[in-house]
């Protein structure tokens, strides 16, 4: 986003997920996904495609992801998730704008 970042721009809800994975006292594994926080962001469409994979069409969707930078935010790192509404997105890349920490940009990968 090349304009100044305002509130009203950020009217969609994302969660950042992180995955754990839990020994259990009987050697057993659980692997999750947990939410590590949730802010408001601004999500722009990009690109969709389909291609040919193994002989069947798969499909992607790409979005750009812009929210605030701040304590909560500027943790989130490319092994997280984002989900915006009931959709899961991996993150391709983050950008920190202009390196004056106001606003992350990220590209984000729907998955299927």
């Known amino acids: 986003m090349n304009v100044a970042m305002h509130s009203g721009m950020l009217r969609t809800r994302v969660r950042f997920q992180d995955y754990t994975v839990t020994h259990a006292a009987d050697g057993g594994i659980t692997s999750t996904w947990s939410d ?3 802010v408001s962001g601004y999500v722009e469409p ?14 992607f969707r790409t979005k750009r ?3 605030r930078y701040n ?3 500027a943790g989130i790192v490319p092994r997280y998730r984002v989900v ?3 959709v899961v997105h991996e993150i391709v890349s983050i950008v920190e704008t202009k390196n004056m920490r106001t606003e992350l940009v990220l590209d984000l990968r729907e998955i299927a």
């Open 36 to 38: 590590v926080t949730t």
């Open 46 to 59: 990009l690109t969709g495609a389909e291609r040919m994979e193994a002989d069947r069409p798969d499909s």
């Open 65 to 67: 992801l812009t929210v």
């Open 71 to 73: 304590t909560t935010t």
């Open 84 to 86: 915006i509404g009931n």
